[in-house]
């Protein structure tokens, strides 16, 4: 007889009202011995109430429960109208109509069930007192009132239970989001080590050895074994530099940086991004890779979320001693000297500066209200990376 979930604080109100009306029908009984109309009518209500009770169909707000609520109240009537102890049935009457009834339908079911109350005791002849108007219309008063919060108390606990699964969802997908940030961080991390350490390390080592293979007669006993250094040296940069790839962020796991520029370009929402290359493109240690990556996003975010643009264009460029971004758009431009980090999470501009300055290199913003926005980031390529690998 309820849609409600059936917890402890859910059931205790409907046992109460199982209760009254039955302890309610069990007085008139008591009080109807002898009349065989009477017991017949209070039979007949409580086996009409008990098969509403037990019947799935009888819901709030369903055609079911409005009509076991009609057959219900048609009994009471009947029964009202042999016994005037009958009256007090009432009481859990109304709670049945303004918890089956829409509340349009159930206020007038409420007044009209009080006033058949009252008109019981003009129908038995009974003793007029100011307690026979006062009485039903009070009933109906704290049984309106007793509902009306009920129903209040269970929406806002549906909306605590609806924050509380949102909340549990949303720290859920925030813990999610750290471990996946931590794991790239940490990647990222163990990238940079192994270039800064033992690539470099290698990559001197190999140097140091050919160069004493060069200063070697053709005939040194010590040559082959210097060949032979040497080689292992360069198996183990290659190996390496393959540990560093494997470590490398997703966007750049299948792609070079000017690919994985491109996919970014193309599937940046809003404006219309290009995306270019200047120079001869050179193998990039995979830390300049992440740091030109992830600043070429940040840039991009900002000119999606903050600068109304209709066109941006990033271009990658490879020069002699150095390597340089630049993110351009054509949107509202800001106030420089009022930059501050940018939201939802990304990498503001103080963040950008600090990749770039973790690798040696500079970032500058040029821009003005209405002007549009340019970011250009210039890292220097390490001396390795200037020659022939």
């Given at each position: 007889?309820?849609?409600?979930p059936?917890t402890?604080?859910?059931?205790?109100?409907?046992?109460?009202?199982?209760?009254?009306?039955?302890?309610?029908?069990?007085?008139?009984a008591?009080?109807?011995?002898g009349?065989a109309?009477?017991?017949?009518?209070?039979?007949?209500?409580?086996?009409?109430?008990?098969a509403?009770?037990?019947?799935?169909?009888?819901?709030?707000?369903?055609?079911?429960?409005?009509?076991?609520?009609?057959?219900?109240?048609?009994?009471?009537?009947?029964?009202?109208?042999?016994?005037?102890?009958?009256?007090?049935?009432?009481?859990?009457?109304?709670?049945?109509?303004?918890?089956?009834?829409?509340?349009?339908?159930?206020?007038?079911?409420?007044?009209?069930?009080?006033?058949a109350?009252i008109?019981?005791?003009?129908?038995?002849?009974?003793?007029?007192?100011?307690?026979?108007?006062?009485?039903?219309?009070?009933?109906?008063?704290?049984?309106?009132?007793?509902?009306?919060?009920?129903?209040?108390?269970?929406?806002?606990?549906?909306?605590?239970?609806?924050?509380?699964?949102?909340?549990?969802?949303?720290?859920?997908?925030?813990?999610?989001?750290?471990?996946?940030?931590?794991?790239?961080?940490?990647?990222?991390?163990?990238?940079?080590?192994?270039?800064?350490?033992?690539?470099?390390?290698?990559?001197?080592?190999?140097?140091?050895?050919?160069?004493?293979?060069?200063?070697?007669?053709?005939?040194?006993?010590?040559?082959?074994?210097?060949?032979?250094?040497?080689?292992?040296?360069?198996?183990?940069?290659?190996?390496?530099?393959?540990f560093?790839?494997?470590?490398?962020?997703?966007?750049?796991?299948?792609?070079s940086?000017?690919?994985?520029?491109?996919?970014?370009?193309?599937?940046?929402?809003?404006?219309?991004?290009?995306?270019?290359?200047?120079?001869?493109?050179?193998?990039?240690?995979?830390?300049?890779?992440?740091?030109?990556?992830?600043?070429?996003?940040?840039?991009?975010?900002?000119?999606?979320?903050?600068?109304?643009?209709g066109?941006?264009?990033?271009?990658?460029?490879?020069?002699?001693?150095?390597?340089?971004l630049?993110?351009?758009?054509?949107?509202?431009?800001?106030?420089?000297?009022?930059?501050?980090?940018?939201?939802?999470?990304?990498?503001?501009?103080?963040?950008?500066?600090?990749?770039?300055?973790?690798?040696?290199?500079?970032?500058?913003?040029?821009?003005?209200?209405?002007?549009?926005t340019?970011?250009?980031?210039?890292?220097?390529?390490?001396?390795?990376?200037?020659?022939?690998?």
């Open positions: 007889m309820d849609s409600r059936h402890p604080a859910a059931r205790l109100p409907r046992l109460c009202l199982h209760a009254l009306l039955t302890g309610l029908l069990a007085l008139v008591v009080r109807a011995v009349d109309a009477a017991l017949a009518a209070v039979g007949a209500m409580a086996a009409v109430y008990a509403g009770v037990l019947t799935p169909t009888v819901r709030p707000r369903t055609r079911a429960g409005a009509g076991w609520l009609g057959a219900l109240c048609a009994v009471w009537l009947v029964l009202l109208a042999l016994s005037p102890d009958a009256l007090w049935v009432a009481f859990p009457l109304y709670f049945l109509q303004l918890h089956l009834l829409p509340q349009r339908w159930g206020l007038p079911a409420v007044a009209a069930t009080a006033g109350a008109a019981s005791f003009l129908l038995h002849g009974e003793q007029i007192t100011p307690g026979t108007f006062i009485g039903p219309p009070l009933g109906a008063a704290v049984a309106v009132a007793t509902v009306l919060g009920y129903d209040a108390l269970y929406r806002e606990s549906e909306r605590r239970r609806e924050l509380i699964e949102e909340l549990v969802s949303t720290r859920a997908e925030l813990a999610g989001a750290e471990r996946a940030a931590g794991t790239l961080a940490e990647r990222e991390r163990l990238a940079r080590e192994i270039h800064d350490t033992l690539a470099q390390g290698l990559s001197s080592i190999q140097l140091l050895l050919r160069a004493a293979e060069r200063a070697l007669a053709a005939d040194h006993p010590a040559r082959a074994h210097v060949e032979q250094a040497r080689a292992a040296a360069q198996d183990n940069l290659a190996e390496a530099r393959r560093v790839r494997a470590l490398t962020p997703p966007g750049l796991e299948r792609a940086l000017p690919g994985a520029l491109e996919r970014l370009c193309a599937s940046t929402p809003g404006p219309a991004v290009r995306f270019g290359v200047s120079g001869t493109p050179v193998e990039l240690p995979t830390p300049y890779e992440v740091a030109l990556l992830r600043i070429a996003q940040s840039a991009l975010a900002n000119t999606v979320q903050h600068a109304a643009a066109r941006a264009e990033i271009t990658l460029s490879f020069m002699d001693t150095s390597v340089a630049d993110v351009v758009d054509d949107g509202k431009g800001f106030d420089p000297g009022r930059e501050r980090p940018s939201g939802s999470g990304g990498f503001g501009l103080p963040a950008m500066r600090s990749r770039a300055r973790s690798l040696g290199g500079t970032l500058s913003v040029e821009s003005a209200p209405g002007q549009g340019a970011v250009a980031i210039t890292l220097p390529l390490p001396v390795r990376e200037r020659g022939a690998v």
